[in-house]
T-cell receptor, first 115, second 111 residues
């Protein structure tokens, strides 16, 4: 498997501010990284897919200007929630893989609370 | 539309008892099916993976079954422990990068 970390594990911010979440692949060359969002008692929902060095591909209904994704290296991807609002409060989980269609390994998640 | 439905939504069992979780899917084409364990506030961790030709796979006290004809899978937990309290998620892959997630079954094991 792969060891995936996320930072921070929890974050509380004020409405209107921006929050950056990091996803790191500690022992794995992650060609592809995925960002998911999970609301309480619901399934993980794919937000976007990113390949190292390329622009992210966003799922329908996910605003690319609000959720900025940067996959600058094979071990790091960041998700920035811009101008956060209370409805953005959720559990954000990243996953890594060696390419589309390969097994995904999930990070521990980041709990975002927007006041 | 690819869908994964799990039942029950939640269950409570006494420590040491067994339980079985169900997963029905309509994902097509089918590549593989995984069961994940997700502890509260943590990311999912894979328990088992099954391909089309596999009927049963075990991982310690966890045993998964797959009936590809009826598109059903089950996860059986034997001799439950308090640490088994978690959400168990059924995830089906169509072979591309998009996974279809069930909503999960929340298992609570009580002493």
């Amino acid at each position: 498997g792969a060891v995936v970390s996320q930072h921070p594990s929890r974050v509380i911010c004020k409405s209107g501010t921006s929050v950056k979440i990091e996803c790191r692949s500690l022992d794995f060359q992650a060609t592809t990284m995925f960002w998911y969002r999970q609301f309480p008692k619901q399934s993980l929902m794919l937000m976007a897919t990113s390949n190292e060095g390329s622009k992210a591909t966003y799922e329908q209904g996910v605003e690319k200007d609000k959720f900025l994704i940067n996959h600058a290296s094979l071990t790091l991807s960041t998700l920035t929630v811009t101008s956060a609002h209370p409805e953005d409060s959720s559990f954000y989980i990243c996953s890594v893989s060696r390419g589309l269609g390969n097994e995904q390994f999930f990070g521990p998640g980041t709990r975002l609370t927007v006041l | 539309k690819n869908q994964v439905e799990q039942s029950p939504q939640s269950l409570i069992i006494l420590e040491g008892k067994n339980c079985t979780l169900q997963c029905n899917y309509t994902v097509s084409p089918f590549s593989n099916l995984r069961w994940y364990k997700q502890d509260t506030g943590r990311g999912p961790v894979s328990l088992t993976i099954m391909t089309f030709s596999e009927n049963t796979k075990s991982n310690g006290r966890y045993t998964a079954t797959l009936d590809a004809d009826t598109k059903q899978s089950s996860l059986h937990i034997t001799a439950s422990q308090l640490s088994d309290s978690a959400s168990y998620i059924c995830v089906v892959s169509a072979g591309d990068y998009k996974l279809s997630f069930g909503a999960g079954t929340t298992v609570t094991v009580r002493a």
